[in-house]
């Protein structure tokens, strides 16, 4: 059965090296399985012939220009970003689903992991990533994680990535790694032997500094001056720009164009590149030292072998493990690149033992081989579930704060399509609009159980399903009383005390129809951070109107912490209590609020120990100068704040509240602010990586509600 596959790499075929020829063969590779239909993601318009020529004549694929503009709303790009590759291929596969998607490179997996359905049939080939186990921070660690755990397959080079990615997930499943070792041509079966070859050298791929390319071409003369009849053929014309070396491109530029005994060539086809190797004694790919430790190795290495030649090349324990201890080219100086480059080209003997070990390593990673390995992957993998017509879903409400990010989560499915209808108040709507959207839902969700829930309970049709989500405001207007209640299908409360209360104040409503479903905290969004070095010391609040949120608790804390350390402070994150018009108009809310901050300003241990931070989407980055975040409030329904800043290891210290026990649990709990206070001094710094934060699977049982016919 054909598979729909979807190749999406960080390489631009338009310029050529080691990472554009992977992602140009493993669309071949794939095609050529003749049980594929390919597609390849290409990051700018398909302009040079030498890699997009054998892709536009291979059967069974098809270009598409990622850079056009009718995948940016009619904006043009010369050259569209890894993340907008991402971006592309989770629409591309929305509208028209792929059973596979093979990617390379560490910022397209990371948008496309946002994603779950299409992160699931990802087979996620990563070598832009750090190689050593302990260069992984603990955000980086869970992200890793999230792709391991998430995706169909994860493709790795060497064993060595195979060994890092089983580290950095402990309970990886291990069916889903394949070695996807480089890959060259078949072998030509009749080669020229060494013996028949021009006293040649060749270099074929990007110019940069590691890649040691100006010291190779600056070393050259000395060998040329030995051995006159000799040349160093250089293939390739990506010359990158050095920061450290202001003048690198200037100087590779010239020594590639008057070298005596150099001759440049530029770009060609890999063809045409491997005429050239196959006239050839010995391929240069030194490297710097800082490489050596590399989990990664070149394909070059491996098309120098296919094509007869041997190689000069770092000795590190990749290479040894490749080529044995014993291999007779290794270089790891100048002065050794400068002495096996004249035994190459002048002993025929040393050079013909490493062409031989050079080739049999070769062998087995040829087009061919690769070829039937990716077709039985296929034949593993199954088909993607046929396209099922979207649930319509009608969302009603006045604040769509807390459901902007479940929407965003279950738009992520491919099974939700949404239309919003957005209320003025609590009562307040355009009913021509309302009656308008209403004809076009299958499901009516009503976020905050209000007039919207009224309305909807009494003008539904029979075919629809009516859900809504209840807070806490609505145990204290008439709303839910005066609701259909023969006309919900169901109510979700955001906690369990809030259910208890709510079926007190409404009794009668059937428990049955009812569930409580946490608020979705994003884990993808609220990460740990490395916290600032004052973030022991630093209280947080996160919003404190209206007055029940009780900031005089939060200030009477911190007047008690600074009795024992004049480090401690507390920040404020959000709008300031004094901007808001409704406060404004309540006169108990603004006396309030006014002797409050006249303490503060009266008191010179506090007035500069209160930080006002001003309200914005960088909550993450202002959780890293706190280590402990506060809930003093009289009543919560659930208070969102507390497991944000759990998710980026801030410590709780939450007043009794009401549900507060059943939500959170006992041991972040206090009474009062001696309690407070002596959980602060006792859990300075302590990071709570281990607590359990509810509301992780929300999306899910939200979107079980909504499907439900």
């Not at 597609?39 to 291979?58: A, G, N, Q």
């Not at 503009?69 to 993340?83: D, E, H, L, M, N």
């Not at 959980?679 to 699977?697: M, Q, T, Y």
Request: proline share 5%; charged share 25%.
């Amino acid at each position: 059965m054909t598979k729909r596959v979807l190749i999406c790499g960080n390489p631009d075929l338009n310029y050529i090296d080691g990472s554009s020829i992977w992602s140009e063969t493993i669309a071949r590779a794939t095609a050529a399985t003749g049980i594929a239909q390919v597609e390849f993601l290409s990051r700018s318009t398909p302009l040079r012939d030498e890699l997009y020529s054998p892709l536009k004549s291979t059967k069974n694929l098809t270009i598409i220009d990622g850079s056009d503009r009718k995948y940016w709303s009619g904006k043009g790009f010369s050259r569209i970003t890894p993340a907008m590759m991402g971006d592309l291929a989770i629409r591309l596969d929305r509208a028209n689903p792929y059973d596979v998607i093979i990617v390379r490179g560490l910022d397209i997996a990371t948008k496309i992991q946002e994603v779950p359905a299409t992160l699931s049939k990802c087979w996620m080939y990563l070598t832009d990533i750090p190689q050593r186990l302990e260069d992984y921070s603990t955000d980086q660690r869970h992200a890793f994680q999230r792709i391991a755990h998430g995706c169909h397959r994860l493709l790795c080079q060497t064993q060595g990535f195979k060994v890092l990615w089983q580290s950095l997930v402990p309970d990886l499943d291990a069916s889903k790694v394949r070695l996807y070792t480089p890959v060259i041509p078949d072998l030509t079966k009749a080669l020229p032997s060494l013996a028949e070859r021009p006293l040649r050298a060749i270099y074929a791929g990007k110019f940069k500094g590691d890649w040691m390319t100006l010291e190779m071409a600056e070393q050259w003369p000395v060998i040329h001056a030995q051995l006159p009849s000799s040349e160093l053929v250089v293939i390739g014309d990506k010359i990158h720009d050095e920061p450290d070396i202001p003048t690198y491109q200037q100087r590779m530029r010239k020594a590639l164009e008057s070298t005596s005994g150099l001759r440049w060539l530029g770009a060609l086809s890999r063809d045409a590149v491997q005429q050239q190797l196959q006239q050839a004694r010995v391929g240069l790919s030194w490297r710097d030292e800082n490489m050596n430790d590399t989990l990664e190795y070149s394909t070059k290495i491996l098309e120098y072998g296919g094509a007869g030649c041997a190689v000069i090349l770092n000795r590190n324990p990749l290479h040894e493990q490749l080529l044995g201890q014993d291999y007779p080219l290794f270089a790891n100086s100048p002065e050794d690149f400068t002495f096996q480059l004249a035994r190459a080209l002048g002993e025929p003997a040393v050079v013909q033992q490493a062409a031989d070990t050079l080739q049999k390593l070769a062998q087995c990673h040829t087009f061919s081989t690769r070829v039937g390995e990716i077709r039985q992957w296929l034949e593993e993998t199954p088909k993607a579930p046929a396209t099922k017509s979207k649930t319509r879903v009608l969302v009603a409400g006045h604040d769509l704060k807390f459901f902007t990010l479940l929407k965003k989560k279950l738009e992520a499915s491919g099974q939700f399509e949404f239309l919003i209808d957005q209320w003025q108040g609590h009562n307040q709507h355009d009913e021509a609009q309302s009656r308008a959207l209403l004809e076009k839902a299958d499901v009516i969700f009503c976020e905050w159980c209000l007039g919207n829930l009224k309305w909807y309970s009494h003008h539904k049709k029979p075919q629809q399903r009516l859900v809504a989500r209840f807070h806490a405001q609505e145990v204290r207007v008439p709303y839910m009383g005066e609701a259909k209640w023969d006309n919900i299908d169901h109510v979700s409360f955001v906690s369990e005390h809030i259910r208890r209360s709510a079926l007190t104040v409404f009794e009668g409503f059937p428990f049955d129809k009812t569930s409580v479903i946490p608020n979705y905290l994003d884990d993808t969004k609220f990460t740990f951070k490395k916290k600032t070095g004052e973030a022991p010391f630093t209280l947080g609040m996160v919003g404190v109107a209206p007055k029940s949120k009780r900031l005089d608790r939060a200030i009477d804390l911190l007047e008690s912490l600074l009795e024992e350390d004049d480090r401690y402070c507390l920040r404020v994150k959000g709008k300031h209590p004094l901007d808001y018009s409704w406060l404004l108009n309540r006169d108990d809310e603004k006396a309030y609020y006014r002797k409050l901050f006249e303490r503060i300003n009266c008191t010179p241990k506090l007035r500069y120990k209160v930080i006002f931070d001003p309200p914005g989407d960088d909550v993450n980055d202002w959780f890293t100068m706190v280590g402990f975040i506060l809930s003093p409030s009289d009543h919560e329904s659930f208070h969102m704040a507390i497991g944000e800043g759990m998710l980026t290891g801030a410590t709780p210290i939450i007043w009794n509240w009401e549900g507060a026990a059943e939500i959170w649990g006992q041991e972040f709990l206090v009474s009062d602010i001696v309690d407070a206070k002596n959980k602060v001094l006792n859990k300075s710094g302590v990071r709570c990586e281990d607590a359990k934060v509810p509301g992780s699977d929300a999306v899910e049982k939200i979107g079980s509600l909504l499907n439900k016919r």
